[in-house]
């Protein structure tokens, strides 16, 4: 009898780690891959559409969580429409964070460690403004939010910033030893991420998101390369995951619900994937983090800690707003 209950005991163990780690990868569905982060140009393009008409005014009401409702703190919030944005009660540091690390390209990066912001003055910090700006033709919110709203900040507030790359700590994917044991990609097991939506198989996911199993015995990435699942472990771990494995090609990739070694898993599940940056970025200490290293392990590859390159955002210049 004794050990039965030892039995059923670590398999209950088991199964609220496993759901743990199929919850944190499910999260990811919302996320997808998207492409290694790349510096956004200074300003936009000759043929980059730009705000015709812009108001920048200093916010009032907006208090401690005032004013207009919805956003960031302090009552930051706002709306858009192809014909308008918005803005209410926001500091110009979040109004570069918006347009040069959330909508860079005029897509929206998904959430995930933040490209770490230096230099200018206090007051961007402090200072709060609205700003309405109407575009001269219809716009997606993406497009106004990313590389319209950086040309409207280095016209009105004189943005001018730099990249930097620095050394910072990552994760190193390499081949463990006896090599990997990825699985070719199957067709019809994903649909490719630029699909249109009307065109898009009903009961299939997008190509190089995470999938929780049906049997509750881990998670799948369908149709991913490596490098791509590189940058899906990257949002869910304490560091960016750089690939060294030098393998080439199209995969399924199967995340196996990890073993415990019979001591008691304290694994919190992942907050709500409506927050700003929602998953746990788990270190090798944590749970769910020795839980993510052993399942990558099973598919024939390593997590190493190492150096690696890091996308540093520097502002040279910011002044307060020109007048209407």
Known sequence: MTSRVAVSLNLAKKAALANAVTATLAALIVVGIISAPSAPAQSAAAAMPKFEVVSVKPSTGCGDGGGAKGGRGGGAGGSSSPERLDLRCRTVMDLIQMAYVQYPDGKRKPPGRQVPISGGPAWINSARYDIEAKPGAPQSPEMMRGPMLQALLEDRF??????????????????????????????????????????????LLSCGVFAPSSTNDGSYVYGTTVAEFCVLLSFILDRDVIDKTGIAGVFDIHIEAPSTDGSPADVAPPADPGQRDPLPHAS?????????????????????????????????????????
């Open 158 to 203: 004189q943005v001018k910033i730099h990249h930097e790359t620095r050394g910072v700590p990552v994760y190193a994917l390499t081949v463990a030893k006896g090599g990997p044991k990825l699985q070719v990609a199957q067709e019809g097991k994903c649909f490719p991420r630029d699909t249109p939506r009307a065109q898009r198989p009903p009961g």
């Open 284 to 324: 090798l200490t944590d749970p769910l983090g020795q839980a993510i290293f052993s399942a990558v392990q099973k598919v024939g590859l390593n997590l190493d800690p190492a150096k690696g390159p890091g996308d540093f955002l520097v502002i040279d210049r910011v002044e307060r707003p020109s007048g209407n």
